[in-house]
C-alpha cells in the first residue's frame, strides 16, 4: 500500500513517501545543503516538504528560484496542485513592475533568477520577506550568473539556503564557488546506486553511433583546416605560444593579453576563433548552418572580417562549396540517421542540438520526411518563444499533438515529461553537467534509451573524450567536497571566543 507525505500545508495523499526524499528534505531543513539527486527521482517533492516545513515556523515566505521560464511555472504548477495554501506566486519578466509588487507578498514565490535579482536591487522585494531560499539547477552559481548575485544579498539573511541540482560541477574551483556563495554546510547526495533509491530508478541504455561526413563537408573541412593553420603559424610567428593541439578555448583564453601587449596578433587571433567555430557548426551541424554563421559573422565585420571572406582562397572556396552542396540538398550525414533513429523505438523521442539553426533544420527535414516535430527554444532573438508559447509546445508534446520535440538548451534543465521514450544528441557537449541533464529527459517511469550522434573525425569526438573525463570528475566532486566542508567544520569547532569570529 503507497504512503503519503503528512505534513502541514501538504494536501492529503498527494505526495508518496519515499524515505531517500524524506531524509534529504530533512537534511536541508537543519542545514543549508545541496540536494544532489538523479534526475526524475523527485526533487521538487523534496523541496515541497521543505517550504511545508519552514511555512509551519511563520517567520517569513520561500522563495523558490529556477533558470528558465518553462521550469519556474513547471514548479509553481506543482506546489499549486499540493499546497493547500492560496497565496503561491509565479513572477518573471513579462510581468509589470506593478503586478510584481503585489505578487512578492505572498507566502511562496517561483520566480526566475534575473527579476528576483532586479526586484531586489531595486527595492521591490526585501531579501528579509524570507526564510527559505532554493537555487534549482545550483551548478549555475558561478561567475556573474544571477544566482551568485542573489546570493550577495542574502549572505548576512538568517534564511535557509537549500540548493538542487542532478550533478556537481566536475571542476573543484566551481563546486567550492557555489559552496562558498551559499554558505553550504553539507552536500546530501543519493545516485541510481544508493540502496533507498535503486527501487524507484529505470535504466536508461545508451548508444554512440558514429557516421562519416559526406565527401563534400570532407572537402569543406579541409579548406577550413588550412585556413586556420594559417592563423596558428601567423600567432606562433608573432611570439604567441600555443599548443601543437589547436584548441578554441586556448584562443578566447588569450584574448585579453594580446589585446594588451601584443596587438599585431589581434587580427589572426579573431579571424581563427572565427574559424574555429566555423569549423565546429560545420563538423557537427551541417552546411545550412555554417554558411548562416557566415552571414552573420560577415554582416558584424569586425577585424580579419574582410579578409576571410573576400580574400583567403581556403575559407572563400568553403563558402563557395558550401553553397554548391547547399544547392544540391546536402546537409549532414546525421539527418538521415536521425528518421532510422526515431523509428526504431515507438513513442516520443526528444532531440537536443546545441545550436538554434541546427533545430530549424532538422525540424524541417523532419516534416519532409513525414515526421510530426515541435520546436523549443528560448525567447531571445527575433524567432525566440515567449514563455507562453513554451509552456503551449511542452504541453503539447506531452499530449501528444506531436511524437518529436526538437530542443535546445532550454529544454535540458528540469524538463518534466514523464512519457519520452528516447532522448536523441544530436551534437554531443563537453560538460557533464549538460551531459547527465540531457540523459536525465528519458528513463523515468520506464526504461529509456539516449542515443548520441558522433561524426568521425570532427569536434564531436573531442567533446566525447572531454565529456567522458568531466563525467568521471562530476561523479567523485560531492565527496571531495564533503571531506573539505568536513574538514572545516573540525577547524571552526576547535576554535572558542575570539578565534571562532576569524
Known amino acids: 500500500m503507497t504512503e503519503f507525505i503528512e505534513k502541514r500545508y501538504v494536501k492529503k495523499d498527494s505526495i508518496e513517501k519515499r524515505d531517500y526524499q524524506v531524509n534529504l528534505a530533512n537534511q536541508a531543513i ?17 523541496a515541497l516538504q521543505v517550504i511545508a516545513e519552514y511555512l509551519s515556523k511563520g517567520t517569513g515566505g520561500a522563495l523558490f528560484l529556477a533558470p528558465t521560464r518553462v521550469l519556474v511555472n513547471q514548479h509553481y504548477e506543482f506546489l499549486k496542485e499540493n499546497l493547500t495554501l ?5 513572477i518573471t519578466g513579462e510581468d509589470t513592475i506593478q ?20 526586484d531586489l536591487d531595486r527595492g521591490i522585494v526585501s531579501s528579509n520577506q524570507f526564510n527559505l531560499i532554493i537555487f534549482d539547477e545550483v551548478h549555475r552559481t558561478v561567475g556573474d ?30 563546486a567550492t564557488e557555489i559552496l562558498t556563495k551559499l554558505k ?42 588550412l585556413a586556420l593553420d594559417q592563423r596558428y603559424q ?11 593541439q589547436q584548441s578554441l578555448s586556448a584562443l578566447l583564453r588569450i584574448r585579453q593579453f594580446v589585446l594588451n601587449q601584443n596587438r599585431r596578433s589581434a587580427k589572426p587571433l579573431f579571424t581563427a576563433i572565427r574559424i574555429h567555430y566555423a569549423l565546429n557548426i560545420l563538423e557537427a551541424h551541417g552546411i545550412t548552418p555554417f554558411l548562416k554563421f557566415c552571414e552573420r559573422a560577415k554582416a558584424k565585420k569586425g577585424a580579419g572580417v574582410k579578409e576571410l571572406f573576400e580574400v583567403d582562397p581556403n575559407f572563400t572556396r568553403a563558402v563557395h562549396l558550401a553553397k554548391e552542396a547547399q544547392s544540391r540538398g546536402i546537409e549532414h ?5 536521425l528518421k532510422d533513429i526515431i523509428e526504431s523505438v515507438p513513442g516520443k523521442a526528444l532531440i537536443f542540438t546545441s545550436y538554434r539553426d541546427s533545430v530549424d533544420l532538422i525540424h524541417s527535414k523532419l516534416t519532409e520526411l513525414g515526421v510530426s516535430a515541435g520546436i523549443l527554444i528560448g525567447k531571445a532573438g527575433e524567432t525566440g518563444l515567449k514563455q507562453k508559447k513554451q509552456i503551449e509546445i511542452v504541453q503539447k508534446f506531452r499530449d501528444g499533438i506531436f511524437d518529436v520535440l526538437i530542443a535546445t538548451r532550454v529544454g535540458e534543465e528540469g524538463l518534466d515529461i514523464a512519457e519520452v521514450n528516447q532522448v536523441i544528441f544530436y551534437d554531443n557537449v563537453p560538460s557533464s553537467v549538460r551531459f547527465i541533464q540531457r540523459r536525465g529527459r528519458t528513463g523515468r517511469k520506464d526504461t529509456g534509451k539516449l542515443v548520441v550522434l558522433i561524426a568521425k573525425n570532427t569536434i564531436d569526438e573531442t567533446y566525447y573524450w572531454i565529456g567522458k573525463r568531466k563525467m568521471s570528475a562530476s561523479k567523485a566532486m560531492g565527496d571531495k567536497m564533503t ?20
Open 86 to 90: 492560496d497565496d503561491i506566486s509565479l
Open 145 to 174: 550568473y544571477a544566482y551568485s548575485g542573489i546570493a550577495e544579498r542574502f549572505v548576512n539573511s538568517d534564511g535557509r539556503i537549500v540548493g538542487m541540482t542532478a550533478t556537481l560541477p566536475s571542476e573543484k574551483d566551481k
Open 99 to 118: 503586478k510584481r509588487t503585489k505578487l512578492w507578498n505572498n507566502s511562496v514565490i517561483c520566480a526566475t533568477p534575473e527579476i528576483a535579482k532586479n
Open 333 to 337: 550525414s546525421k539527418i538521415p540517421k
Open 184 to 225: 553550504i554546510a553539507s552536500v546530501a547526495e543519493r545516485t541510481e546506486n544508493s540502496p533507498d533509491v535503486k527501487p524507484y530508478t529505470q535504466e536508461t541504455n545508451t548508444e554512440w553511433i558514429n557516421v562519416e561526413l559526406p565527401p563534400e563537408l570532407k572537402t569543406i573541412q579541409t579548406l577550413l583546416k
Open 30 to 46: 537543519s542545514e543549508n545543503c545541496i540536494v544532489v539527486l538523479p534526475t526524475g527521482l523527485g526533487k521538487t517533492a523534496i
Open 483 to 502: 571531506k573539505v566542508l568536513e574538514k572545516n567544520q573540525e577547524v571552526v569547532s576547535k576554535k572558542t571566543g575570539l578565534d571562532a569570529f576569524i
Open 234 to 244: 601567423t600567432l606562433r610567428d608573432n611570439g604567441i605560444k600555443l599548443a601543437e
